[in-house]
């Protein structure tokens, strides 16, 4: 390892750089940083790329490369060596280019003469086509004529049977709208519509709550289990229809027909897992659930023909 070498690894070394990040920073490979570090240059493509690589070794560390050159001056290899090469690679490009460019020159006039025929050839087809063109238009038109004329004749004939036929059929259809409108008058009668089933809360206090029940066919009480609760159905008499338990683990729902009677008593346990239909309609409770869990409901049942 040379001085030189030995330096720069040890600038390195107390940065905490590895060659990796060196290479990273540089963008030096690896094997051309470790050659400056050893003091072998002969992996490197010439004199030139050694004394760039060194200073943009140097450079990264935050070391001056002119104090570098200037103190291993001996160690680091000069460049005149390199200066011959490329001025003779200079000039051989020129003369590359000179006998490249003299080729081009060559081949222009022949593109030219290849351009002008083609136009010329695109001329003549342009002024053949439209001449011969016209003229076969025209002989074809001329045989035409009488076939138009006569085709004319016809087609005029024919306008005037169609419109003659048109109006006949708008008469007649005039004629049968007119007759359906009547039919249509006549038969026609106001429908009207049947009024909805109401459902309505009319009184409530404590537990108890009253509901009516208006323009409904029947009167079949269903109630549906959410949890668990004990109800009991009465009719108007105050016969039991169903007492019992319902919950989601065993009977869940019950279903009375109370339509030949004008009023049902609902005795509920638990309101909050309880839901109770009327005709399919649920029943919104009066008294909040949560607030009063056990709750007695009385639905007055109004038949439609009353």
Known sequence: ??????????????????????????KIQKRYLIGIEEGNYSSMPGNFYVRAFVKQYAEALQLN??????????EIPATHNDDLPEKLSRVKTRKTVTEGSSKIFDIIPKVLIGVFIIGAAGLLYYFFVNNVGDKANEQI???????????????????????????????????????????????????VEAPKQELTAVQNSGKNSTYDLKNADKFVVKLVSTGQTWVNVKNSAGQS????????????????DLTG???????????????????????????PPADV??????IQYVPKNE
């Not at 490369?65 to 001996?74: D, L, R």
């Open 1 to 26: 390892m040379t001085e030189l070498g030995n330096r720069l690894k040890e600038a390195r070394l107390a940065k905490g750089l590895s060659l990796e990040d060196l290479q990273s920073i540089t």
């Open 65 to 74: 490369p002119e104090e570098i050159f200037e103190t291993y001056k001996n």
């Open 141 to 191: 038109n001329k045989e035409n004529e009488p076939v138009k004329f006569l085709r004319s004749e016809n087609l005029d004939k024919a306008d005037e049977t169609e419109k003659e036929d048109t109006k006949e059929n708008d008469d007649t259809k005039v004629n049968q709208d007119e007759k359906n409108d009547e039919q249509k008058t006549v038969e026609e009668e106001p429908v």
């Open 241 to 256: 229809k169903f007492q019992g338990l319902l919950s989601t683990t065993g009977t869940q729902s019950t279903e009375v």
């Open 261 to 287: 009677d004008t009023k049902a008593v609902i005795v509920v346990g638990r309101t909050v897992d309880t839901e109770i239909y009327v005709n399919d309609q649920k029943l919104e409770f009066a008294i």
């Open 293 to 298: 869990v056990q709750q007695n409901i009385t």
